[in-house]
């Protein structure tokens, strides 16, 4: 059965009241995996990866939301947000575990392999790591950014902190020693910084442009334009295909070898702020201005979670019976 004879359905996950700016994914744990989102309303939900079913929303922050996280068994989420906070949560209960105060929006959160830290970016062009152990100690410092931090993530094993800023620069920064060991420099702010399922493949969104790099050197594997200003991009599990979004409100696949365009959607009203592949690289997922996350699939026409495959003697009858699927 030909894919291309049959049309992307996406499922649309309305609930949030602002634009949707920020997503994260857990991997894949006993009870499936589960998908959070960043939102200017102030109330990050967290769903059923899959299908897109709200689990719930975690109440307690005072401004926009602009960052999330959920560790790898989805047991805690965290939260950045304009209340200058970062905030910690049990995503089973949904009860606020931490807050910690900064002296700016925090736009950034992210855990450690462990759970035991989170690192957070904030607009005091600071990098600070706090310890989930030792709530109350001083946190790591990483100074050096002369622009808002915009994403900051672990890599390196834990051992290294990757950033970006509103100074058109990426930064490495070397956990021992607390200080800069390396930094990639861009003719645009850089917008998102995204480390591949394997932890090989650093992905960077900057101006019309998509550059992938090798975690452990920081060595340009390829660099990738695109037809729009983009603000998110995620490489699939496997490698072998991209996702990204921007301002034009379309949703775009790209081939990873090859650099080029497969397809292209448009199913957003506004434009795209956040892209992200499922664990297991059956799905991604957008987070738009016009405040709404869709789900799309990387195979059309498979049978996976709320989509129910076409069999091959119904293409002849596809006008009458449209592939839509419902969703709340």
Not at 87 to 111: D, L
Request: aromatic share 8%; glycine share 8%; with cysteine.
């Amino acid at each position: 059965m030909a894919a291309n004879n049959l049309r992307q359905i996406p499922l649309t996950c309305s609930g949030h009241t602002r634009p949707v700016v920020h997503l994260d994914f857990s991997d894949i744990c006993d009870s499936g995996y589960f998908l959070i989102s960043a939102c200017k309303d102030g109330s990050p939900m967290l769903r059923h990866g899959d299908t897109g079913d709200w689990v719930g929303t975690f109440e307690g922050h005072k401004g926009a939301v602009w960052g999330v996280a959920l560790n790898r068994n989805a047991t805690l989420a965290a939260s950045g947000a304009a209340d200058f906070t970062g905030k910690v949560w049990n995503a089973v209960s949904g009860a606020e575990i931490h807050s910690f105060q900064h002296k700016h929006i925090v736009k950034s959160v992210a855990f450690d392999n462990s759970s035991e830290n989170i690192v957070t970016g904030s607009n005091e062009k600071l990098v600070r790591v706090f310890n989930l152990e030792q709530p109350e100690a001083e946190p790591e410092l990483y100074v050096g950014h002369t622009g808002a931090i915009k994403r900051a993530l672990f890599c390196r094993d834990d051992k290294c902190i990757i950033s970006a800023a509103d100074d058109k620069t990426v930064r490495l920064w070397d956990r021992m020693t607390g200080i800069e060991v390396q930094r990639l420099q861009f003719p645009n702010n850089p917008n998102s910084l995204e480390i591949s399922h394997d932890n090989h493949v650093l992905t960077i969104t900057h101006g019309s442009t998509i550059s992938f790099w090798e975690i452990d050197t920081l060595k340009k594997l390829k660099e990738v334009k695109v037809p729009t200003n983009v603000a998110s991009a995620s490489l699939h599990p496997d490698k072998h295909v991209f996702v990204c979004g921007g301002e034009d409100f379309k949703m775009y696949k790209f081939d990873y070898i090859t650099g080029n365009e497969i397809e292209s959607f448009k199913g957003h009203f506004g434009p795209v702020h956040s892209v992200k592949f499922s664990p297991d690289g059956e799905l991604y997922a957008s987070g738009s201005e016009d405040g709404t996350l869709r789900l799309w699939q990387t195979t059309v026409g498979k049978t996976y979670g709320l989509w129910k495959c076409t069999e091959p003697s119904e293409l002849n009858n596809s006008l009458s019976s449209p592939r839509e699927v419902p969703a709340n």
